[in-house]
């Protein structure tokens, strides 16, 4: 006998404007995490699409789902069908480009390229693994891998000695539980990326408390 759990959503899948729940739903997901990751607001945002997101997007309304997602939309968000008008009303312009030649492990896979007028730049891969739930595989040269499927703290910072555990001091003393700590780098001693799922409510103030160290550059929470 298996012992393989099928749940629910695994049958019926998420609520969401379709028609797929990984081409859709999956696609607004991973759209609406990269604008949490992003700081400030984007007035420019390219999409490359690889596999069979490159090869149905346009069938699928992945387009309008990525789109919609970097508005702030869910998956079940009506919103959705109507991304383009709504993007260009807040003045973002957004860009498709398809990749059928590499190959990224996954063939529904996008990288999205965020910018403003500062010329503050941030790329993020996201991966859509089926039934509507995602995985983020990359931001910017750092390959990472988290699924946003619990309160997530992402804490961009440099790989020194002391960093993390100044940080899982103060979750300590905010007495936020963590589910799972990941540290994933560029290399040993520079730009590093601190992922942890808690199973807890994260108060502002924590976020605040560790842009405080020296090492740390960017604090930010993804809550779907």
């Known amino acids: 006998m298996s012992n393989t759990y099928i749940g629910m959503f695994d049958i019926i899948g998420p609520v969401m404007v379709g028609p797929s729940s990984s081409h ?8 609406w995490m990269a604008r949490q990751i992003y700081t400030g607001t984007p007035n420019s945002v390219k999409y490359t699409l690889y596999g069979s997101f490159a090869d149905t997007y346009l069938g699928h309304g992945t387009d309008r789902a990525l789109i919609g997602g970097m508005l702030g939309y869910k998956p079940d968000d009506i919103r959705i069908r109507k991304a383009y008008e709504h993007a260009r009303k807040e003045g973002i312009r957004v860009e498709f480009e398809t990749d059928r030649e590499t190959d990224t492990g996954h063939p529904n896979t996008v990288d999205i390229l965020m910018n403003n007028e500062i010329g503050h730049e941030l790329l993020i891969r996201g991966v859509s693994v089926g039934g509507g739930r995602v995985r983020i595989r990359r931001i910017n040269d750092i390959d990472v891998d988290f699924t946003g499927e619990y309160s997530t703290l992402l804490i ?3 790989d020194k000695t002391g960093t993390i555990a100044f940080i ?3 979750l300590a003393e905010h007495k936020v539980n963590i589910a799972t700590l990941r ?5 040993k001693g520079k730009n590093a990326f601190t992922v942890i799922e808690t199973d807890s409510f994260i108060p502002e103030d924590l976020k605040e408390a560790i842009l405080q160290h020296e090492s740390v550059s960017s604090v930010d929470l993804i809550e779907i």
């Open 24 to 31: 859709t739903s999956g696609a607004a997901t991973i759209a």
């Open 156 to 158: 961009g910072h440099l």
């Open 168 to 170: 899982t001091n103060l």
């Open 183 to 187: 540290l994933f780098r560029e290399a």
